[in-house]
């Protein structure tokens, strides 16, 4: 058949500047520029060693953008997203929509480290407290909102990418609720979910 050309087929083609490492799938989130909030989500499913497009959606990142390649995203209020190339190894929400990616059922203790210099940055954690830039994943996923009602993991700046290296920037996930972000990518509901339901782990963005 004939084929045209898509984001997917660079990576076929060795023209993509992030490797695959063969995963079941890989997913492009692409912005126009450094500056731009809005980006397109593009989901390539590897079938035989062929990687195809799934699907695409609308989908935005970091108010700031992102940051060049090789450039810290940095402390998340600065709301800059990681330009790169990511594993994801778990997933998180209020119930498990049917993925097979490791899942974190989210609780009112449930947190997330961001303050510098600790032993839980960039780290799931539980707590009954909420200190500093920590993130309260409870609250973000039963706000009115729903941002983290489902989500996933970018290993930005942790295990098994990378060692962590502290105020680098931290919770980069792949959440619901598509207004800019702090440096998350978010999906419109059905994607992620559909997104997730075909994950395994290693999957990469």
Request: charged content about 15%; hydrophobic content about 30%.
């Amino acid at each position: 058949g004939v084929h045209p050309y898509n984001e997917c087929e660079a990576l076929n083609t060795g023209r993509s500047k992030y490797p695959s490492y063969g995963a079941s799938s890989v997913s492009f989130a692409i912005a126009e520029s450094y500056g731009s909030s809005r980006a397109t989500f593009v989901r390539c499913q590897n079938t035989a060693g062929v990687y195809w497009p799934d699907w695409a959606a609308g989908a935005t990142v970091g108010r700031s953008g992102f940051k060049p390649p090789g450039v810290a995203s940095g402390p998340t209020r600065y709301e800059y997203s990681p330009t790169g190339g990511y594993s994801v190894t778990q997933a998180f929400g209020l119930g498990n929509p049917g993925t097979a990616l490791p899942y974190q059922t989210l609780n009112p203790n449930s947190r997330w480290g961001g303050n510098p210099w600790s032993g839980t940055y960039n780290q799931y954690f539980e707590s009954s407290n909420w200190v500093g830039y920590d993130e309260n994943m409870w609250y973000f996923a039963t706000r009115s909102t729903h941002d983290y009602r489902q989500g996933a993991v970018l290993n930005y700046n942790r295990p098994p990418d990378s060692r962590i290296v502290q105020d680098a920037g931290f919770a980069i996930f792949l959440h619901e609720n598509t207004s800019p972000t702090a440096g998350c990518i978010a999906l419109p509901d059905w994607n992620l979910v559909d997104w997730l339901q075909k994950a395994h782990s290693g999957d990469r963005i």
